[in-house]
């Protein structure tokens, strides 16, 4: 056994754990959202930028407006989540930086005045602290349900400005009846890996 | 408490873990790159693809190659560590799509026929299977250092071609002496979570 993470928690996070398609009716509270944001918050990322934004969705009103967005296989089980979260990459992330990397301040100018820089560097470590937050849902006991299906452009003048970029949208909650399909197959290590 | 995984894995995977700059020189086996592969197969992605791909530089004369291609303060590391993975994103994931999404065969064409569209998915997703493989060697119980300070354009070059794009160089080991930084600060939970 090459792992030392322990078997209950390998399940959680990745062999048991499915992108559910139904939920139960229990709420996801803001207590269960602060503990997975205190996990998920020490997940490296380039210079501990953090472009990640999250968007709780939580009122009624705001979910008929998401709903709207979604494609038509997505719309039912958004409507019906207990949460849904809209994650965003914030591509002015560098004004954070003199905070979040005190012994090198200057690397906010020296690596990130640029705008297309940020834009590439905030969609792809955005992406890291989404996969973060996917499996921090996991570590509450939640099923997580990451969408790519909705409209982008949308979405962002609808709930964001146009320094945040959608990355995707994650309905959370217990899982409910016949929550997923069949597990599709993975790729055999030497589809993935090479060696030289 | 709201979270369900163990503290223990919590510590493994996030509030202990950190970003190693020295290793010791005990040998990183395709024993445990296989048992971290076979674990994080799991992590979810759009439509199940796979655009991550991951070099492990073994040889020396790779290593020295790579060496030059990284910035001058990520030199040292990148050439002490037992193993350095190249992490890319294959932009014609869309071929194996047919066989990971069994169901849905067409989602190949039906969603990505362009290579922009491709290009963008590789990347955001590539960049969702590199955190579950930073976390997969945390899970192996090894530190990971990932890099951004290399030449993407010579790393491409030289070890990769025009369909796959560097994410990332990861350090791969033991920590050694003196292995990490102090730990940098985090964004409140209020400059990332919003709720509507």
């Known amino acids: 056994m090459s792992?030392?993470?322990d078997a209950a928690a390998q399940d959680l996070l990745f062999r048991e754990a499915r992108t559910a398609n139904t939920f139960t009716d229990e709420p996801v509270t803001d207590e269960q959202i602060q503990a997975i944001y205190d996990?998920?918050?020490?997940?490296p990322t380039a210079f501990n930028?953090?472009?990640?934004?999250?968007l709780l969705v939580r009122s009624p009103e705001a979910r008929e407006r998401l709903v709207?967005?979604?494609?038509?296989?997505?719309?039912?089980?958004?409507a019906i989540a207990p949460l849904v979260a809209i994650?965003?990459?914030?591509?002015?992330f560098h004004e954070e930086l003199p905070q979040l990397l005190p012994h090198f301040p200057q690397a906010k100018d020296a690596f990130y005045a640029q705008r297309p820089v940020r834009e590439r560097s905030a969609l792809l470590?955005?992406?890291?602290?989404?996969?973060?937050?996917?499996?921090?849902?996991r570590a509450a006991g939640l099923a997580a349900g990451p969408m790519s299906g909705f409209d982008s452009v949308g979405v962002q003048k609808e709930f964001l400005d146009a320094d945040h970029t959608p990355l995707m949208v994650v309905n959370i909650g217990r899982p409910g009846e016949n929550a997923w399909f069949e597990r599709s197959p993975r790729l055999d290590i030497d589809a993935v890996?090479?060696?030289v």
């Open 39 to 43: 996990l998920i918050k020490y997940g």
């Open 49 to 54: 930028q953090t472009p990640l934004r999250i």
């Open 87 to 92: 994650l965003s990459a914030d591509s002015e």
């Open 68 to 78: 709207r967005h979604m494609t038509e296989g997505n719309r039912p089980k958004t």
């Open 193 to 195: 890996v090479t060696t």
């Open 125 to 137: 470590n955005g992406a890291l602290q989404a996969a973060y937050f996917i499996l921090g849902v």
């Open 3 to 5: 792992l030392v993470l």
